[in-house]
T-cell receptor, first 117, second 111 residues
């Protein structure tokens, strides 16, 4: 148990569906991340939020829409996905400390296994 | 953003010590070195972190030479359950998300 929870753990959706992934962290961190991991591939950083503001968006298609309503919650809204979007979606959090040597240690949730039909 | 290079894969046997080396030639002064472990279909898990010299915890040791251009993760007496992908990350600047996961090292422990 890392203190980061994700729901649902498994999701199957059609290309016309709209769904949302939820992440919650109980660690008091101020930064949260979405990663995508396709089969046998490295993690791809999708979005980063620090102090509830998006600080990085690695050219992710607009069919993925993040939302960070507060420092403990992060959502990934999905719409009109493609089969190639099937992957493990991981959420992580860390404590981003400005002005000092930040350790940037990330704590990951268990992931949501997404299948797009 | 410091780039890291690790071996793609390593094999070992139960009970052996495993050393995985990571190269990070352009590490910045305020960068930490962090290692993660990932099992299939799970999120990566923090193993150990260091800045210089040697760090040891209940799971592993991390050796960092004086020039900090490389680091070695040492796993003592591995078991079958240590089969996983191990990632070396360098970063930790003031902006979140500057560390990037590379390809990692797939360690396979055999009986």
């Amino acid at each position: 148990e890392t203190g980061v929870t994700q729901t649902p753990r498994h999701l199957v959706m059609g290309m016309t569906n709209k769904k949302s992934l939820k992440c919650e962290q109980h660690l008091g961190h101020n930064a949260m991340y979405w990663y995508k991991q396709s089969a046998k591939k490295p993690l791809e950083l999708m979005f980063v939020y620090s102090l509830e503001e998006r600080v990085e968006n690695n050219s992710v298609p607009s069919r993925f829409s993040p939302e960070c309503p507060n420092s403990s919650h992060l959502f990934l809204h999905l719409h009109t996905l493609q089969p190639e979007d099937s992957a493990l979606y991981l959420c992580a959090s860390s404590q981003d400390r400005e002005g000092v040597f930040s350790t940037d240690t990330q704590y990951f949730g268990p992931g949501t296994r997404l299948t797009v039909l | 953003l410091a780039k890291t290079t690790q071996p793609i894969s390593m094999d070992s046997y139960e009970g052996q010590e495993v050393n995985i080396t990571c190269s990070h030639n352009n590490i910045a002064t305020n960068d930490y070195i962090t290692w993660y472990q990932q099992f299939p279909s799970q999120g990566p898990r923090f193993i150990i972190q260091g800045y210089k010299t040697k760090v040891t915890n209940e799971v592993a040791s991390l050796f960092i030479p004086a020039d900090r251009k490389s680091s070695t993760l040492s796993l003592p007496r591995v078991s079958l359950s240590d089969t996983a992908v191990y990632y070396c990350l360098v970063g930790g600047d003031t902006n979140a998300g500057k560390s990037t996961f590379g390809d990692g090292t797939t360690l396979t422990v055999k009986p």
